[in-house]
């Protein structure tokens, strides 16, 4: 049990925490200052999207002027068309590492990225006006919150089924996860760390070739990598919803009407297409010919944050949950279920292919409260707490030992603080 004392103490070591990871400066080549937290001084020097919502929600909690400003600079890189890279490369960068080139648009210093993440902004500008009620920030917020979800909508649906599509497991956000391993032609359960950087480097370096400036026409047409994710998807409805509510606090009620629609037609689309009847479950959709996946994964669980999920489908997914032989370890929530041949609890360096991360427990434990289960999301919460607790804000953590693993110092694990 988590006293209130180290609830406290938690609070207290996120916010140094923070700040400590703020790095700001003036670039040069946008000609503007910036300032944001990175997600890891040693391992993670760049703005990453959804590391940057995870900073914002929970510096909500204790650095408003802060959280408030984190977004702000993410989203002063937005394109005229809305896009926002997954990776900003602020600052002096006389070059970048070769993957950044094979992520970016043709160019010298590119200044972001040319993929996306899971859409996390619009809940997380949402958390950040909640906290507080700053109209001067909403009125500042939106119009890059219409565009960037216009974005998605307008250019990774193809099929216009209301899901949207991602090109690469990087804009996954759950890197090296098993769930794709079979489009990448990976065919060993524990795959060489070589064999498996070469196969995603690859694919960027085909989509630059494909397009120099990754147009998208031809990259999805191409359909090597389109994968109709189901954890991003469930973010993106749950964005919608919440975009919809920051317009009708804008006064902008026609449009929040419109996203709240198509915050449905997502929901329903997961829920039809992406459940698997004979598990319960809901795996990702591979191609045009939206083949379902069948690696058990984290992402299985997701459809627990919609808010349409019928209570017998949330039954479903809580029995996977809470099984030992799955999802429930001694530290849960582990990314890949143990029964997977994939699992590989301790692996470092290898991201997303079995150890618990803070931000998935932060999801999932939301989505219980949700959908009733009280109790459950506490034990989430409570053991996420200890872990930060007993290990510190590590990147990720041994689902069978507790062990903390990965990045020291690392940003969103911070989450914890909006758990208890
Ligand atoms: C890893 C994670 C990704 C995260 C990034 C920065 O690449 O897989 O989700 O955004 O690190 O923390």
Redesign the pocket.
Known sequence: MVSASDAALLQARALALLRRNVHQGHDPYLGRLYAYVC??RR??HWQ????SCFHAIALSRLDLDLAQRELLNLVSVQESDGFIG?VTHWGRRPILPIWGYLQSRLGLRPHHTALV?PPVLAYAAWRVFQAGEDTAFLKEIIPHLNLYYRWLAEHRDPDGDGLVSIITP?ES????SPAYDAMLHIRRVRPSRVITELRLRWLDAWHLVLSPNYNLDRILAWDRFVVEDVLFNCIYAEGLWRLGELDRAAGQHEQAGRWEDLAQRVEAAILSKCHDPATGLYFNLEGRAERRQRVLTVTALFPLILKTLPRARAEEIVRHLTDANEFWLPYPVPSVARSDPSFDPARTRF??RGPTWLNTNWFLMRGLRLHGYAELAQTIAQGSAELVLREGFR?YFNPLTGQGLG?RG???STLVVDML
């Open positions: 997600p890891s391992r993670y990453w999207f959804w590391d997954h993440q990087y956000g759950l890197d090296h991201l997303w990147e990045a690392f940003g969103w």
